[in-house]
């Protein structure tokens, strides 16, 4: 397999060094320069020994270059493990191994190691562009292999790429196949994807300006598709929870309470079943939702739901704080279902002591909120009536709704309730639940999403992460968890039309991303075109991240009764049976490789079946024409026929013809009919 | 190191043995054949293995982590393998194969067996080789028919049979190997090496120019005669056909030499395949001075003559002197016993 003197054919090294860049664009985005500038210098210094220029790492270079460049990897992200460090680990093998690649069988493992950094990339990325680019990137791989394997002489890579092409081509339908009907099963084990990335999301914590710099990302946070019957919810109902803030500390608002540890969580079947008692009531105006959520990867494990929400979904539990929880960070795009009814009364019966104290507590700061609280609170006839007072206060007052707050410090709420006035939904919900707080009713604060943008196309609502936003929920006797929005009495705007509108003025919306289609969403067509690039990537991300053994299993069950393992071998089986035969019908079509035998051979060896019965039998070297000669001599009654059939036979020996209709094999064929042996 | 008892040599041996003979009984020894399902072998290469684990990884991969398209890819390589077993066995099939003309040689240079390709589809990268032929690639892609020269060492004399040939193919992506090996029922004759040494005196016949006695020679021009087809172009009469426009031969008389023998017992004393060098060195000098000459070995003898086909009668003789004479057709049988004696005759 070593041959001494090979070289890479020309032809396939042409191709190996464009498959290693188009296999490493992707990651030069993502990894840090340093890595993209050794890539590079790699494929140079390929090059140049290819053309003799310069010489090939020696021993001592080599190990330098991998003791070198793992040392680097470790120092630059601390660990060799996880999908980052891995990746750039795995990238510098494939270009180090390029560079000393001599053998056929050092070609062939950087060809490996090309599949392999073009699969790595789909751990960052799924997007359909991607996809596309890297089957490119594919071609290119199988191009490189195929040129691995064709003679040295070869040295027209167009003809290469064609023929790589038609082989992706023979495979793909198998593929497809294979991707429907391959059983899928669940993790083999279970991993954990490094969560040391920067997703743009929300935090545990929320101080003033965290959700103003979320309000500048045009990225998507999640999609919601509504269940065919189910209908979809007003702009002013669509607040999706995901996180339960209920401590302050004078600056900065944070969880209290760690209702997330898994033994307080009411996962599916863990008999954690104390979320039935809070509720209560049959709601007057009770509504329910169903629909599925289908969310980008924060590496956290909250997810989004309208109260009252519950998940069927495997890994989905609930909190105690009505919120849904994954059992595992959201690494990858994820998919759940869940049903959401409002209207019911949450902890109607009165709130456990330990979380009463919790939705109570505060710093000791801010006296003028305090006073302003105590004053308010003398006022009012109730609890509901306080609280209606201090939202007219945010109403009446005037306050204003701005992306760019002004910088606060010291005690922070009296600072923005009696000076600055000018705030961002997390403000006003901050200083809301201190004014709650302050009179001794139970009120926290929810952070997540509001509103989103409904795509007409696919009948289903875009929420992005300007629409992050925070409210209030506060504890009422008798009526429980009650939600209210403070932002929305100060800009009506931006729950009923979002943020864009409740920023035309300023003109602060996306002002960070001036190439955002969102930003344009005045132009009809832009909009139109966004709508719909998003509608085809949706649809990619339910067939390539949907398909799971669920969605497996509804396919097969429209076509077949009983699905189970065995029919999805049974179907697999065979339908690649079926392929490969198309397919290798289709190769040898324009071939006369059935094997057709010789008709001229044919008639001879029936002949001498008949004259073995006559006790005539050709000698060994015997040729035909003699021997039917000698026959004739044997059988002087058919002498003058068996001497013309002699005649024929040499005549068709010598002009052969591979038509079953010649002339001469026909004239052949009545003789030998018309021979009466 | 000692020739000792090694059972794995052994085991090697008798399976050597064994599947030579299945393979005999299955691909028997032929004239011309074209590969197909009943010929072509096929297995994955070591590559294959590798690429085949690469694609179990990813596959587990995207399992793992849930990654349909990371899984997407392990499928597109399984779906590349298995259309890559048709495609490399495609390679080869379709391929016909027959004897083409072979070169004859002397003891110690190379014999070049001719080896016809043809076929109706393209072939690319089919590497052929045999145990002493050194081994050539060669693609059918313009050219769909094809002869390629096989080179073997002489090392008897006699006729030498083109040993099995193996006719592989790993195109198009070297994950698999499809192979087929070919007997084929070519032989080229081995001269003896020539080796100089004087011709003893004795029986050198006199030389010098003999009575003229042939019209078939080329020294003194002789006259016209009718063209006949078959004659030497060059001595085509060229001026005569301008002038009447028709085609006349040159004739030109030539001095019939008195012709020498050249004898087996010149080098008495010596043995067998000595002396078949040594004449055959002489036949090559009388050849290239182009002196008449004749050949005359125990029970066989070339008569005097000159020319070509004399050259090439009197080596043959000279190269299967005492060797059984020629089998006809129907070789699978006695092939290995035919083989056996010749080197055997050769060693003698």
């Known amino acids: 397999m070593n041959e001494p003197d090979y070289q890479i054919p020309r032809n396939g090294l042409a191709w190996l060094l464009a498959a290693m860049f188009g296999a490493l664009l992707p990651h030069m985005l993502r990894l840090p320069v340093w890595v993209t500038l050794i890539c590079l210098l790699c494929g140079v210094w390929k090059l140049m020994v290819y053309r003799g220029r310069w010489h090939g790492p020696n021993r001592p270079i080599r190990a330098l270059l991998v003791f070198g460049g793992g040392a680097a990897v470790f120092a630059h992200y601390g660990t060799l493990a996880g999908p980052d460090a891995g990746s750039a680990l795995l990238i510098l093998g494939f270009c180090f191994k390029l560079i000393e690649s001599r053998t056929r069988r050092d070609a062939f493992i950087v060809v490996i190691l090309g599949y392999f950094v073009v699969a790595v990339s789909f751990f960052f990325d799924q997007s359909i562009l991607l996809t596309l680019y890297l089957a490119l990137v594919c071609v290119m791989v199988t191009a490189a292999l195929l040129g691995l394997n064709q003679s040295v002489l070869h040295t027209r890579p167009r003809r290469t790429l064609r023929i790589s092409l038609r082989i992706m081509g023979y495979s793909l339908p198998m593929m497809l196949v294979l991707f429907v009907l391959v059983p899928r099963i669940g993790p083999i084990w279970s991993l954990d994807l490094g969560q040391n990335r920067a997703k743009t999301g929300l935090s545990e914590t929320i101080s003033a300006g965290d959700i103003a710099q979320l309000s500048q990302s045009s990225e998507l946070a999640f999609r919601v598709e509504f269940d065919p019957g189910s209908k979809v919810p007003p702009a002013s109902e669509r607040y999706w929870r995901a996180l339960v803030l209920d401590n302050y500390d004078g600056h900065r608002w944070t969880r209290g309470l760690d209702l997330d540890q898994r033994e307080q969580v009411d996962w599916q079947n863990n008999g954690n079943r104390w979320l039935t008692p809070p509720l209560s009531g049959s709601p007057t105006p009770l509504s329910r939702y169903d629909y599925q959520v289908m969310m980008e990867p924060t590496d956290q494990p909250w997810l989004f739901g309208l109260a009252w929400a519950r998940s069927d979904t495997r890994g989905v539990g609930a909190t105690r704080d009505f919120r849904l929880l994954l059992d595992k960070p959201v690494a990858r795009p994820f998919r759940y279902r869940v049903s959401s009814t409002i209207g019911y009364t949450l902890d109607a019966a009165g709130l456990p002591a330990w979380l009463h104290r919790a939705n109570l507590q505060l710093p000791d700061t801010d006296p003028l909120t305090r006073d302003l609280a105590q004053r308010l609170r003398r006022d009012s006839s109730s609890a509901a009536d306080y609280v209606h007072r201090v939202l007219r206060y945010f109403n009446q007052q005037d306050f204003s709704y701005t992306l760019r707050p002004p910088l606060l410090s010291g005690d922070r709420v009296d600072q923005f309730l009696f000076e600055s006035r000018r705030g961002f939904c997390s403000h006003y919900a901050g200083a809301f639940v201190f004014l709650m707080r302050a009179v001794g009713l139970p009120a926290r604060i929810v952070a997540g999403y509001q509103g989103g943008e409904l795509n007409p196309l696919g009948g289903y609502l875009l929420v992005h992460q300007f629409d992050a936003h925070a409210w209030v929920e506060v504890w009422l006797p008798q009526q429980g968890w009650v939600r209210f929005d403070p932002t929305a009495w100060v800009s009506p705007e931006r729950v009923e039309q979002g943020l864009e509108q409740a920023m035309a003025q300023e003109g602060s919306f996306l002002e960070d991303s001036p190439l955002s289609p969102l930003r344009y969403r005045g132009s009809a067509w832009i909009t139109q075109l966004r709508l719909s690039w998003d509608y085809l990537n949706y649809g990619w991300y339910r067939v390539m991240l949907g398909y799971d053994a669920k969605a497996q299993r509804e396919l097969l069950s429209r076509l077949f009764d009983r699905v189970d393992l065995k029919l999805l071998a049974t179907l697999l089986l065979s339908t690649i049976a079926a392929l490969l035969l198309g397919l290798s019908w289709w190769i040898f079509r324009q071939s006369g490789l059935r094997s057709r035998p010789d008709p001229l051979l044919k008639l001879y060896r029936k002949l001498c079946r008949r004259l073995a019965r006559k006790g005539l039998q050709p000698e060994v070297g015997e040729a035909p024409a003699s021997f039917v000669r000698r026959a004739a001599e044997s059988l002087p009654d058919q002498a003058v026929a068996l001497q013309r059939i002699a005649r024929q036979f040499e005549l068709c020996l010598y002009a052969p013809s591979a038509n079953e209709r010649d002339p001469q094999l026909q004239r052949l064929r009545v003789q030998l009919r018309r021979l009466a042996l | ?348």
């Open chain 2, 1 to 348: 190191m000692p020739a000792g008892f090694s059972p794995l040599a052994g085991l090697r041996r008798r399976w050597r043995h064994w599947s030579d003979a299945w393979l005999r009984k299955r691909l028997p020894r032929t004239r011309a054949t074209t590969l197909n399902q009943r010929r072509i072998f096929i297995l994955p290469t070591l590559h294959g293995l590798y690429f085949l684990v690469m694609t179990l990884a990813l596959f587990i991969g995207g399992i793992n982590y849930g990654n349909g398209l990371i899984l997407l890819v392990a499928l597109f390589l399984v779906s590349l393998f298995m259309s890559s077993i048709l495609l490399t066995y495609a390679n080869l099939a379709g391929l016909r194969l027959s004897r083409g003309s072979n070169q004859p040689g002397f003891v110690g240079q190379q014999v070049a067996f001719g080896l016809l390709l043809e076929s109706e589809r393209e072939h690319e990268s089919i590497a052929i080789g045999a145990p002493g032929v050194a081994g050539v690639k060669l693609d059918l892609i313009e050219q769909r028919r094809q002869q390629q020269p096989l080179l073997l060492d002489a090392k008897q004399r006699g006729r030498l049979q083109l040993p099995r040939l193996k006719i592989e193919s790993r195109y198009p992506l070297g994950l698999l190997r499809a192979w087929s090996w070919l007997e084929l029922d070519s032989r080229a004759l081995v001269y003896p090496k020539p080796i100089a040494e004087p011709y003893p005196q004795r029986l050198e016949s006199g030389s010098g120019r003999g009575q003229r006695l042939s019209h078939e020679g080329s020294d003194d021009f002789d006259g016209l005669r009718p063209y006949q087809g078959g004659d030497n172009p060059r001595q085509i009469a060229w001026k005569n056909y301008a002038r009447d426009g028709r085609l006349h031969s040159k004739r030109f008389a030539g001095y019939q030499q008195q012709a020498r023998w050249l004898e087996w017992e010149a080098y008495s004393g010596m043995g067998v395949e000595a002396r078949l060098s040594r004449l055959c060195h002489w036949v090559i000098q009388y050849h290239q001075q182009g002196l008449r000459f004749g050949l005359r070995l125990p029970g066989a003898e070339v008569a005097p003559g000159q020319g070509d086909l004399h050259l090439q009668r009197c080596l043959s003789l000279l190269a299967l002197y005492g060797l059984s004479p020629e089998p006809a057709t129907a070789l699978a049988e006695d092939s290995v016993a035919d083989l056996s004696a010749v080197a055997a005759e050769g060693r003698g």
